[in-house]
């Protein structure tokens, strides 16, 4: 916190903080995955600016450099030595300074580590039935979805929620013109006659690492990714389904409401990208190997004398 290893414990916020009680504050997941050279970072850096250009957009001034972020990132991965881990950097107001338009609060930024599981079930690489919700995805010009804003989580938690009740592990979002935008987390993918589709930013989506990962792997393998307005009826009659995201990776969609999509799942595409994928993120293909940030690690604490 602020440059400081503090104790999980011991990591603490003012309850009149700013970014409580608005939700204006700016995070990024990241993973950190175990590769055969010791844990690595994926995609550090594009994460990294993303969270930048989220506190510019709701002009948090930025007390580091992105350089500094990404070491501070690193060294808080360093020394959890958890892996896999999801990282949780975030950029908060957390001195009392009640106002909504306050903006006089010192920005302070905070990295938590936790051991990263699946988002969607342990069993979410061979399918999660999804829902489409009645909660829409707010415009961008209410609430910019560029940015990985706290606040905008109010929006997935209500369509999570909702989908969970109704027994489905994901809610799929529609935009308020009714097209597909994204999951509460993830951003979508839809395969048909072995082309990829996935909506554009005028979904009001956020712009994943991961959508970027699969993109550049689909294209790579041969398979042309499109982005454009998609409907629902053009989801529901798709080949094959997935999701993209850090925390869910990649996860195949068996079903939409009651619908079944395609014939199996995953679907011979969707199979195709998850293996590069998982290899990428082991350090198994030196194609993608710049996405990888190596962690080093932290020499053992000399064993004090007299000890055993
Ligand atoms: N959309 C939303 C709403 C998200 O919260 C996330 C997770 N950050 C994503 C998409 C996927 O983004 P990424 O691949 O960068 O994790």
């Known amino acids: 916190m602020d440059g400081k290893l503090v104790d999980f414990a011991d ?17 990024e997941g990241i993973r950190a995955y175990p590769t055969a050279r010791g844990s690595a970072i994926f995609r ?6 993303r969270l930048v250009s989220s506190a510019r957009i709701y002009q948090m001034p930025c007390p580091y450099t992105e350089p500094e972020i990404s070491q501070a990132i690193i060294e808080t991965q360093a020394a959890n030595e958890v892996v896999p881990a999801y990282l949780r950097p975030i950029l908060y107001r957390g001195e009392p300074a009640l106002g909504v338009k306050n903006q006089k609060g010192k920005v302070s930024l905070a990295i ?24 829409r995805k707010p415009r961008s010009d209410a609430i910019p979805s560029f940015a990985k804003a706290a606040g905008n989580y109010l929006n997935s938690y209500l369509a999570g929620v909702d989908a969970a009740q109704d027994g489905y592990e994901e809610a799929v ?3 308020q013109e009714g097209f597909i935008a994204e999951g509460t987390g993830e951003n979508i993918f839809l395969v048909r006659d072995g082309r990829l589709y996935t909506p554009g930013l005028e979904a009001d989506i956020l712009l994943g690492v991961t959508r970027e990962s699969v993109k550049q792997i689909a294209t790579d ?8 307005p998609l409907s629902v009826n053009e989801l529901l009659t798709a080949d094959e389904v997935f ?6 990776e990649i996860a195949p969609v ?22 590069v994928f998982y290899r ?29």
């Open 11 to 27: 990591a603490h916020v003012h309850v009149l903080s700013h970014s409580l009680h608005y939700g204006i504050a700016v995070f």
């Open 44 to 49: 550090l850096e594009d994460h990294v600016r």
């Open 112 to 135: 938590g580590s936790i051991p990263a599981r699946k988002y969607l079930g342990a069993n979410s690489d061979s399918g999660v039935r999804a829902k489409i919700s009645p909660f």
């Open 173 to 175: 979002l529609l935009d």
């Open 221 to 228: 393998l041969g398979f042309p990714v499109i982005e454009k």
């Open 243 to 248: 999701f993209s995201g850090t925390y869910a």
């Open 254 to 275: 068996r079903e939409i409401g009651h619908t079944q999509v395609g014939t199996r799942c995953p679907g011979a595409i969707t199979r195709q990208i998850m293996d």
């Open 280 to 308: 990428t993120v082991k350090g198994e293909e030196p194609k993608y190997a710049s996405w990888l940030t190596p962690v080093p690690t932290v020499p053992a604490p000399v064993p004090r004398a007299g000890r055993r």
